[in-house]
């Protein structure tokens, strides 16, 4: 939860209305102003840990699917695993995907991940207003990275 802050309504973030990372676009039944942290890791762990089988991976790499389908959703990560580990992306962890991710270096697959989300958000509209934030978040992942290899 360390890259998430609180609540935020910024008119050009396309989640909309956000809190601890869950957006009212994404979830629009919950009251995004009150969620409490716990209720944000309530949603963390079965709709992003739990969904993107994150404790199938060495924990670094979990690390960052998890931190990307926070920001990114988990189709998007999930499709971010699968091209970093050579496998088709159709945003579903399968065995094909698990097998795949075991078998790279976990240095490797951590740097190919973050090359993925630097690339995904270039091309996103909205890089001009947030592509500062997201490097630095990146950089702060790559040195996460060092610490786990």
Known sequence: MGHEGG?????????????WGISKRSYPAVDIKALTRNGAKAIYLS???CRGKMDEFDDAI???AFD???NMGIETS??????????????????LTIAAVKTQKITDML?????????YRCKLSTWSSYGKGWTLRA?????YAAQDS
Do not use: C
């Open 7 to 19: 609540y935020s309504n910024d008119p050009e973030d396309p989640g909309g209305e956000t809190n």
């Open 47 to 49: 709709d992003f840990w």
């Open 62 to 64: 979990a690390f960052q």
């Open 68 to 70: 990307n389908a926070v």
């Open 78 to 95: 999930i499709r971010m695993v699968q091209r970093a580990a050579g496998v088709a992306d159709d945003g579903h962890i399968g065995p």
């Open 111 to 119: 740097l190919l991940l973050i090359a993925e989300e630097l690339e």
């Open 139 to 143: 950089a702060k992942n790559l040195r």
